[in-house]
Antibody, heavy 122, light 108 residues
């Protein structure tokens, strides 16, 4: 079955950096576009970034553009999110998520990881 | 950026009742709208995509409608497991996707 397992979260000071990883299994990872979505404490969902299945295109939310970088290693079935210049308002649970269709970008997410906490605090 | 608003913020209903949730976009998203359900401590679950298509495994009591700027999620008869928060999401262009603020369906 499809599994997405995030790792790399934790507590970091404002201005610091963190790299999240997402290990994918149970499906052909290289066939699917992938997303990061976050949820601040007690708040709603915010789409963060996506990367096309071939890794050729990326898109970012305005709130993270220039600070976060999404990437993937299809040989390792792993998705990454490099987060720099972190701010308090980046504090959230970060979800790795799979786009709904293979060899396409629908923008809809059908599988989600369990989420990983990132806390930005001094 | 396209903004989504959802109403009501909270819906208090009893099991067996019909739930009608609304999502409005700040500009047309055609039919590029999805609905997700989220329960406490869990990741969201895709219910509906392209405004009215049910995702695999989603019960028929969930239905979606609408196009352009106004969309509706209907739960025909609430089951105990349906009490949760529901989010709409648009993907009409790739300047980015956005989610609505959510509607909480709670037990009356």
């Amino acid at each position: 079955q499809v599994q997405l397992v995030e790792s790399g979260g934790g507590v970091v000071q404002p201005g610091g950096s963190l790299r999240l990883s997402c290990a994918a299994s149970g499906f052909s990872f290289s066939y699917f576009s992938m997303h990061w979505v976050r949820q601040s404490p007690g708040k709603g969902l915010e789409w963060v970034a996506l990367i096309w299945y071939g890794g050729t295109k990326e898109h970012y939310a305005d709130s993270v553009k220039g600070r976060f970088t999404i990437s993937r290693d299809n040989s390792k079935n792993t998705l990454y999110l490099e987060m720099n210049s972190l701010r308090a308002d980046d504090t959230a649970v970060y979800y790795c998520a799979r786009d709904r269709e293979n060899f396409d970008l629908t923008g809809y997410v059908d599988y989600w990881g369990q989420g990983i906490q990132v806390t930005v605090s001094s | 950026e396209i903004e989504l608003t959802q109403s009501p913020a909270t819906l208090s209903l009893s099991p067996g009742e019909r739930a009608t949730l609304s999502c409005r976009a700040s500009q047309s998203v055609n039919r590029y709208l999805a609905w997700y359900q989220q329960k406490p401590g869990q990741a969201p679950r895709l219910l509906i995509y392209d405004a009215s298509d049910r995702a695999p495994g989603i019960p028929a009591r969930f239905s979606g409608s609408g196009s352009g700027t106004d969309f509706t999620l209907t739960i025909s008869s609430l089951e105990p497991e349906d009490f949760a928060v529901y989010y709409c999401q648009q993907r009409s262009n790739w300047r980015g996707a956005t989610f609505g603020p959510g509607t909480k369906v709670e037990i009356k």
